[in-house]
């Protein structure tokens, strides 16, 4: 039954993550903080991957249960990471100034989801060109609030990231219940939340890697930071599982 719980190509890429928030910081001591930091966000991209795979198993009911637990899986994979680094952010508050090695990492990483993506099928049913269009617009937007307002403009685009990405995920989620009649609809409406939800972590993740500065000045190294983001993750991944599966 425990070999249930085991997903080679699950492992291999939360794994993968690892070695490449490590090599991002030299191997260093300050890799547990990379890897404690950051791989609950690599666990949800990964997550998410799959349960725009489960989206696509709707049409043959018998898969969508193999499908959202195998996207659950790397969730839990991240956790179980976190819970044994479990790094005090605050012993090792250094970061690495090699900034080609964090180039190196983040071109490692997006590898790796590129990987999980083709097991999922064709990149481009990943790409949804309107939906990048409106999250590029809303980036902009916020840069130029933070600008007027006389802030760092990226601290201040960088803490608002997750915010738009659930946004666009219960915005999803409405829409996918207010048409729940249709489910062609609800299909075009939890895809629009999954997909606005992937790139704006996507675009979160990087920005870690290549500048974790960032991180420092926000203030995302406290348990209650990643809280803040594993809660309202679960709440809406496990909404749109159940909508899944009432459909089917």
């Known amino acids: 039954m425990l070999l249930n719980l085991l997903h080679l190509p ?100 997006m590898g790796l989801v590129i990987f999980s993506m083709s097991r999922v099928g064709p990149i481009e049913l990943f790409f949804n060109g309107p939906l990048v269009f409106v999250i590029i617009v809303l980036l902009i937007v916020l840069y130029c609030v933070g600008r007027m307002s006389k802030k760092d403009e990226f601290v201040f685009l960088y803490k608002r990231l997750s915010l738009l990405g659930f946004f666009v995920v219960f915005l999803s989620i409405i829409l996918a219940l207010k048409n729940f009649q249709d489910p062609k609809e609800v299909g075009l409406a939890i895809g629009f939340g999954l997909f606005g939800l992937l790139y704006v972590l996507l675009i979160k993740m990087v920005t870690r890697i290549l500048m974790p500065h960032i991180v420092l000045k926000v203030g995302e190294r406290s348990k209650s930071d990643v809280l803040t983001f594993v809660i309202p993750f679960l709440f809406a991944i496990s909404t749109i599982f159940l909508i899944l599966f009432s459909m089917v």
């Open 10 to 109: 699950s492992v291999f890429v939360l794994l993968g993550s690892v070695f490449f928030l490590a090599l991002s910081e030299k191997f260093l001591k300050s890799s547990f903080n990379a890897i404690s930091e950051n791989i609950i966000y690599a666990g949800a991209i990964f997550t998410l991957v799959g349960a725009i795979r489960a989206t696509v198993a709707v049409a043959e009911p018998m898969e969508l249960g193999p499908a959202i637990s195998v996207s659950m899986l790397c969730f839990v994979y991240a956790v179980v990471i976190k819970t044994m680094i479990n790094s005090d952010s605050s012993e090792y508050s250094e970061t690495s100034d090699n900034y080609l090695l964090r180039v190196i990492s983040a071109i490692g990483f």
